[in-house]
């Protein structure tokens, strides 16, 4: 058994803007199913603390960089008993608005001392001077927010071994380096070589990527893509370099939660064997939408945040030409994100009410009614480490439109005649980051989807796909031990 901290900045149902939180509760419990000591840490958010039922406070602690001692309070992950642990810093994260932006959507002034702080107390637990007598094998951190502490915990000796997962290269945590000399970090961090400094300022996805005994990422094609100049964001010789220590592991899904069969949010339960029943679900949401209530029409669906990872664009030109030749299709879309995207689309939907349409903001419910209810989920990536919407698509047999990249490409197959034959295919793949390449492949989706015998088998094929976390947090697991 390994004792393992799980450090994230967001974790679902507490804290979430992305995939990274569905991550963050879904792998820990699968290592905890398998028998795992592991427990979490999050920075203490208002809507966190709001959805927990009982809180303690266990530690009070002196930082540096922070003159007042901080408490750490704990719970449990809800619906587990995995020991969670919030850091308390009410000047740092009793906050309106998301994680890393004010409501006006401006980044806070104060992000570098915000999870700096955050890691310093990650680095305080993982060498057991906070008093829980606890320490663990294992420090497991998360994307940037949490890249202080392998480079902090280096110089530390009897120092457990750290990992660290890379969900989004692009995500960085830039700052000035006026902003490294405030936080009063030690020195030799600061190297272009080996540290912290990145083109003359510090990056905390650096110091994760330099000093982590193991760096992983959420899709063996992105491990590989990400040490090329397209998709590195500059730090394509870094990973290069540390390719030894780097592996790519897909991520999985909550099967419980993201399951057609069980779903509480959904008009009507269905699995793979009846399939039918999905058209229930999907009168519920053209309805929702106030769009025909048709059977025959395929329904395209976007879950997303609207931004230009996403291939928004693609869609809104791809979407515009088909819906100006008249085809009959509809679409519906929920997401958040640029302004220009959101506007985008509220033109949409104005330009063609019986056809298109939209919720912008972030509903979780709606997200899952309309995995179930549309035909076909557009995802359209420019680059996607794993992504998990095309897993649910899958799950709920909505056959996902994806590019090949990341884990689009690791997870879905694309519906070839030679795939459907091997009854392998479980939705369709285009290589070009183009409107034209985007095009192309819906009209071979809707081709499949006026035979509905054939876009049955795709359908079965894709909801019978195991996506589970059992095969990847074995992989996580075998990596821990190898430490
Ligand atoms: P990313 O983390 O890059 O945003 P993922 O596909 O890994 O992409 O994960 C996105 C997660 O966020 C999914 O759980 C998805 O359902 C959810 N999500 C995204 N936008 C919304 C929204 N507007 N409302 C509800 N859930 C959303
Ligand atoms: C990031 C990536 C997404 C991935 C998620 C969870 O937000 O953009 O592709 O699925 O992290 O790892």
Not at 23 to 40: K, T, W
Not at 389 to 407: D, E, H, K
Request: hydrophobic share 45%; with cysteine; aromatic share 8%.
């Amino acid at each position: 058994m390994k004792k393992i901290l799980f450090a994230s900045s967001e974790i679902h149902p507490l804290m979430k803007t992305g995939g990274l939180a569905d991550v963050a509760a879904s792998l820990p419990i699968a290592l905890h199913e398998m028998g795992q000591d592991i427990r979490l840490i999050m920075p203490a958010y208002p809507k966190a603390l709001l959805a927990l039922e009982q809180i303690e406070k266990v530690a009070s602690i002196k930082l540096a960089g922070f003159h007042w001692p901080i408490e750490i309070l704990q719970s449990t992950l809800p619906g587990t008993d995995i020991v969670l642990w919030l850091l308390n810093s009410p000047t740092h994260f009793n906050r309106e608005g998301s994680p890393y932006t004010a409501t006006d959507g401006d980044e806070w002034p104060d992000n570098a001392a915000r999870f700096a702080l955050f890691s310093r107390a990650v680095v305080a637990i993982a060498m057991n001077q906070t008093g829980f007598n606890w320490q663990p094998d294992i420090v497991h951190c998360n994307d940037w927010q949490t890249g202080l502490v392998p480079a902090l915990l280096s110089s530390e000796v009897n120092r457990p071994a750290t990992v660290f997962t890379v969900h989004n290269l692009a995500y960085q945590g830039v700052y000035s380096q006026e902003a490294f000399e405030m936080l009063d970090l030690p020195q030799r961090l600061w190297s272009s070589v080996s540290g912290i400094e990145f083109y003359g300022q510090m990056s905390f996805m650096k110091g994760g990527l330099v000093f982590a005994d193991q760096i992983t990422t959420v899709s063996p094609t992105y491990a590989t893509e990400i040490q090329t100049a397209e998709f590195g964001c500059g730090l394509e010789g870094l990973l290069a370099h540390r390719v030894d220590d780097l592996t790519g592991i897909l991520n999985g899904i909550d099967m419980a939660e993201w399951d057609p069969a069980h779903d509480p949010h959904i008009a009507r339960h269905y699995t793979a064997k009846t399939v039918r029943l999905k058209a229930e679900s999907k009168t519920a949401i053209q309805r929702k939408f106030g769009l025909p209530e048709k059977a025959d029409i395929p329904l395209f669906g976007l879950v997303s945040r609207l931004v230009s990872q996403k291939g928004i664009d693609l869609i809104l030109a791809a979407m515009t030409a088909l819906l100006a030749k008249d085809e009959d299709i509809q679409l519906v879309c929920l997401g958040s994100g640029d302004i220009e995207a959101e506007q985008a689309l509220r033109v949409l939907r104005a330009r063609y009410p019986d056809k298109v349409g939209v919720e912008i903001g972030y509903n979780e419910p709606l997200a899952h009614q309309i995995e179930a209810g549309i035909d076909l989920f557009l995802m359209p990536s420019r680059f996607e480490p794993c992504g998990l919407n095309q897993l649910y698509s899958l799950r709920y047999g909505s056959l996902p439109i994806v590019r090949n990249t990341g884990g689009l490409a690791d997870s879905v197959v694309d519906a070839t005649d030679a795939n459907r034959q091997a009854e392998i295919a479980t939705g369709f793949k285009f290589e070009e980051s183009t409107a034209e390449a985007l095009t192309a492949c819906i009209a071979r989706a809707l081709d499949l989807f006026k035979r509905p015998r054939l876009w049955r088998k795709v359908v079965v094929t894709a909801m019978a796909q195991d996506f589970s976390w059992e095969k990847s947090a074995k992989q996580y697991l075998q990596l821990y031990r190898g430490l």
